[in-house]
C-alpha cells in the first residue's frame, strides 16, 4: 500500500463543466476526508465519511457539490457546473479508527483549474 | 480573526540556523496536528501531540495546553526542510472530526 491516491493530478477545464476526482485511502481507514486548499491558505474542510456513511458536510459545499463513499473505500467528489471560484487544490486524507484524535494520511491532492 | 493563528507567516533562514514556527489556537483541543507541505506536493503528518513534546530527527513539537500555544523547531536546516508548516487543531469533545488549519508559514532555507 502506498498510500493516499488521488486523481487526476490535475484538470483544467470550463466554467460549467462538471469534474468528478477519485481518492483511494490506505486500505482498512475507514475514515476519509476531502478538503479545499487555495493558494496562500490552508486547508479547509469540506467533507467526511465514516466507512460509506457521509457524517458531516460543510456549510462551503454549496449544492453543486456532492461527494460519496459508496463501498466505505473509494471516494468521489464531484462538481458540477463549475465556477471560476472552484479553482483550487482538493485535497483527500484518511485515517483509521473511532479515535478523534487518528493520524491523518494526506494525498498528493487534485489541482482543478476552471478558465 | 482565524481560529488558528501561525507566526511568522515566511520566514527565511541559513542553513544550520535554529528555527521556530508558533501556533496559538483559540478553543479547547483534543489533539494538535503539525504537517509539511512541499511546493506542488500533498501534506505530510510531522506529528500529533496532545501534551509535553515530540521529537522526531532535527523536529521538535512542543505544546502548552493551558497557554493554548505550539512551537515548530527545527535544529539545523537544511534547505530540504524549505517548505510549507502547517499547524492544525482538532477540538475537544466536540461532534465534529474536521481539522481546523492555520494558514501555513512559508519557510526557506538558504544554502
Known amino acids: 500500500d502506498t498510500g493516499v491516491s488521488q486523481n487526476p493530478r490535475h484538470k483544467i477545464t470550463k466554467r460549467g463543466q462538471n469534474v468528478t476526482f477519485r481518492c483511494d485511502p490506505i486500505?482498512?481507514?475507514?475514515?476519509l476526508y476531502w478538503y479545499r486548499q487555495t493558494l496562500g491558505q490552508g486547508p479547509e474542510f469540506l467533507t467526511y465519511?465514516?466507512?460509506?456513511?457521509?457524517?458531516?458536510k460543510s456549510r462551503l459545499l454549496s449544492d453543486r457539490f456532492s461527494a460519496e463513499r459508496p463501498k466505505g473505500s473509494f471516494s468521489t467528489l464531484e462538481i458540477q457546473r463549475t465556477e471560476q471560484g472552484d479553482s483550487a487544490m482538493y485535497l483527500c486524507?484518511?485515517?483509521?479508527?473511532?479515535?478523534?484524535?487518528?493520524?491523518?494520511?494526506f494525498g498528493e491532492g487534485s489541482r482543478l483549474t476552471v478558465l | 480573526k482565524n481560529e488558528v493563528e501561525q507566526s511568522p507567516q515566511n520566514l527565511t533562514a541559513q542553513e544550520g540556523e535554529f528555527i521556530t514556527i508558533n501556533c496559538s489556537y483559540s478553543?479547547?483541543?483534543?489533539?494538535l496536528h503539525w504537517l509539511q507541505q512541499h511546493p506542488g506536493g500533498g501534506i505530510v503528518s510531522l506529528f500529533m501531540?496532545?501534551?509535553g513534546k515530540k521529537k522526531h530527527g532535527r523536529l521538535i513539537a512542543t505544546i502548552n495546553i493551558q497557554e493554548k500555544h505550539s512551537s515548530l523547531h527545527i535544529t539545523a536546516s537544511h534547505p530540504r526542510d524549505s517548505a510549507v508548516y502547517i499547524c492544525?487543531?482538532?477540538?475537544?469533545?466536540?461532534?465534529?472530526?474536521?481539522?481546523?488549519f492555520g494558514t501555513g508559514t512559508l519557510l526557506a532555507v538558504q544554502p
Open positions: 486524507a484518511s485515517t483509521l479508527g473511532l479515535s478523534y484524535t487518528g493520524e491523518l494520511f
Open positions: 501531540l496532545s501534551s
Open positions: 492544525a487543531v482538532r477540538y475537544y469533545g466536540g461532534a465534529t472530526n474536521k481539522l481546523i
Open positions: 486500505s482498512e481507514h475507514n475514515r
Open positions: 465519511f465514516q466507512n460509506e456513511a457521509q457524517l458531516e
Open positions: 478553543v479547547g483541543i483534543s489533539a
